[in-house]
C-alpha cells in the first residue's frame, strides 16, 4: 500500500525504457547544465557591482538571474514529470528510478556519457556506480523482476 501520493504516481524505469527516453533526456539536461553555468557566471558578476549596474537600454543583471532560476526551474520540473530524478544539475546527474528484484535500484547517467551504463542503490549514490551489464540479464521483455 502506498505510503503518500507521489509513491502512487512514481516512474519506474526499465533499462530500455529509460533508453529510449535518453535523447529527450540529453536535450533537457544540456540545458540545465549550460544555464547553470550562466547562472553562476552571472552570480559571481553580482559580486562586482560595477559590472552588473544596468546599462541604457540593456537589462539588468539580477532580472537575467530571476529569469534565469525560472527557466532552470521549468527543465526540473520537466524532469520531474517524466519521472526522472536530477541528482547534480552541474555535473548533468541524473536518476532513473527502477525496481529490481522487489527493491528500488536507480538507472544512472550523466551529462555527456553516450547512454546509460550505469545502476546504484539509492542509498549509494554516484559514487557506488556499477556496470548495468552485471544486471541487465535480469531485465527481460522490457519489465523489470519484482520478487513476489
Same mark, same amino acid.
Given at each position: 500500500m502506498p505510503v503518500s501520493g507521489? !509513491?502512487?504516481?512514481k516512474k519506474w524505469f526499465t533499462p530500455s525504457e529509460?533508453?529510449?527516453? +535518453?535523447?529527450?533526456? *540529453?536535450? @533537457?539536461v544540456a540545458d540545465i547544465?549550460?544555464?547553470v553555468e550562466i547562472l553562476q557566471d552571472q552570480f *559571481? %558578476?553580482?559580486?562586482?557591482? $560595477?559590472?552588473? !549596474?544596468?546599462? $541604457?537600454?540593456? $537589462? /539588468?543583471? +539580477? !532580472? /537575467? @538571474?530571476?529569469k534565469g532560476k525560472d *527557466? +532552470?526551474?521549468?527543465?526540473?520540473?520537466e524532469l520531474q514529470r517524466l519521472g526522472i530524478e536530477l541528482k547534480d544539475p552541474e555535473k548533468g546527474l541524473i536518476d532513473f528510478p527502477c525496481l529490481?528484484?522487489? %527493491?528500488? @535500484?536507480?538507472?544512472?547517467? *550523466?551529462?555527456? !556519457?553516450d547512454s546509460i551504463e550505469h545502476w546504484h542503490? @539509492?542509498?549509494a549514490g554516484f559514487a557506488g556506480r556499477q556496470p548495468l551489464e552485471k544486471i541487465f540479464p535480469y531485465f527481460e521483455n522490457n519489465s523489470p523482476i519484482v520478487s513476489n
Amino acid at each position: 500500500m502506498p505510503v503518500s501520493g507521489l !509513491e502512487m504516481t512514481k516512474k519506474w524505469f526499465t533499462p530500455s525504457e529509460a533508453t529510449k527516453m +535518453l535523447p529527450l533526456v *540529453k536535450m @533537457i539536461v544540456a540545458d540545465i547544465v549550460e544555464l547553470v553555468e550562466i547562472l553562476q557566471d552571472q552570480f *559571481k %558578476r553580482l559580486e562586482q557591482p $560595477s559590472e552588473w !549596474e544596468p546599462q $541604457s537600454g540593456g $537589462s /539588468d543583471l +539580477l !532580472e /537575467d @538571474i530571476e529569469k534565469g532560476k525560472d *527557466k +532552470l526551474l521549468h527543465f526540473v520540473e520537466e524532469l520531474q514529470r517524466l519521472g526522472i530524478e536530477l541528482k547534480d544539475p552541474e555535473k548533468g546527474l541524473i536518476d532513473f528510478p527502477c525496481l529490481f528484484e522487489g %527493491r528500488e @535500484i536507480y538507472l544512472c547517467w *550523466k551529462h555527456g !556519457e553516450d547512454s546509460i551504463e550505469h545502476w546504484h542503490e @539509492i542509498y549509494a549514490g554516484f559514487a557506488g556506480r556499477q556496470p548495468l551489464e552485471k544486471i541487465f540479464p535480469y531485465f527481460e521483455n522490457n519489465s523489470p523482476i519484482v520478487s513476489n
